[in-house]
């Protein structure tokens, strides 16, 4: 069973979901029908519920954490994929904000420099949005790409964070 909670954030909705093993989803979206059908895509055989207690007391600690500078989120995390999935996350929560890298650097840090498609396909299977910064990942020439939760966010993601390194 997974329970989740709904909020406002600055990048808009956020839905964030645990199971009895910790934070196991963060979706971004417009408005929270879209989120509750996302939960339910990413979780089919799941049973799902809504929380009354802002899921206690995470979904606050997780809007901060969108919100505020991403130096760590004090949660309990279950993070599930695949070994090359979770070695690709690993290698992105190494990523200090305010940097990018693009996903030919990224494949070669996993030590796969050939695997360039299997390092975006495991960005894009990413559960945790913020958590696991796959927003932190470019295009080769600099640009943004596709990001599950909108490039507009992953822009202001990326600008909010740059600002802050600048300023430290």
Not at 35 to 42: F, I, K, V
Not at 111 to 134: D, F, H, M, Q, T
Not at 149 to 161: C, I
Request: one cysteine or more; aromatic letters at 6%; hydrophobic letters at 40%.
């Amino acid at each position: 069973m997974i329970r989740y909670a709904i909020d406002h954030c600055s990048l808009g909705w956020v839905l964030a979901g645990a199971n009895d093993k910790g934070l196991c989803c963060i979706e971004l979206g417009d408005d929270p029908d879209s989120l509750r059908s996302a939960l339910q895509s990413r979780f089919p055989d799941t049973t799902l519920e809504q929380a009354t207690d802002n899921l206690g007391g995470m979904l606050p600690k997780v809007v901060r954490f969108i919100d505020g500078p991403q130096s760590g989120l004090d949660l309990p995390l279950c993070i599930e994929g695949t070994v090359f999935q979770k070695t690709v996350w690993e290698a992105l929560r190494a990523i200090p904000a305010g940097e990018t890298v693009s996903y030919t650097e990224l494949a070669a840090k996993v030590g796969r420099p050939k695997a360039i498609r299997a390092v975006a396909g495991a960005c894009a299977a990413n559960r945790l949005a913020v958590v696991i910064p796959c927003h932190r990942v470019v295009r080769s020439d600099g640009n943004l790409s596709g990001y599950r939760w909108g490039v507009d966010r992953k822009r202001a993601l990326l600008a909010r964070e740059a600002s802050r390194r600048a300023a430290a």
